[in-house]
Nanobody, 123 residues
Framework: QVQLVESGGGLVQAGGSLRLSCAAS????????MGWYRQAPGQQRDLVAR???????NYADSVKGRFTISRDNAKNTVYLQMNSLKPEDTAVYYC?????????????????WGQGTQVTVSS
């Protein structure tokens, strides 16, 4: 089993910064990709940023130039540095991982989610 544990959410004023962290633990053979999604009340969960093996990244248009995703492979941890925050960034942020596990000599890739962390940006 794999767990994703997020930290770093909170309340910040518009224009401020926050850094989210997500650490993966458990039976991990490899991490193919990790990302951050967010969900505001009454809305669907949308991709914010994603980083793949080899450090290729993609971002939602609404956060390009303001958010940066990075990873520490040795710690199985992904970070989301959020700068110039806006009230519309307010949401629950979820960490997601595409993680491969070895079972019976074969590799299987599963999708895992963290429990979510609240980010609130006041105007």
């Amino acid at each position: 089993q794999v767990q994703l544990v997020e930290s770093g959410g909170g309340l910040v004023q518009a224009g401020g910064s926050l850094r989210l962290s997500c650490a993966a633990s458990g039976t991990i053979f490899s991490i193919n990709a990790m990302g951050w999604y967010r969900q505001a009340p009454g809305q669907q969960r949308d991709l914010v940023a994603r980083i793949r093996t080899g450090d290729s990244t993609n971002y939602a248009d609404s956060v390009k130039g303001r958010f940066t995703i990075s990873r520490d492979n040795a710690k199985n941890t992904v970070y989301l540095q959020m700068n110039s925050l806006k009230p519309e960034d307010t949401a629950v942020y979820y960490c997601h991982g595409e993680i491969s596990q070895s079972q019976g000599g074969r590799l299987f890739t599963y999708s895992y989610w963290g429990q979510g962390t609240q980010v609130t940006v006041s105007s």
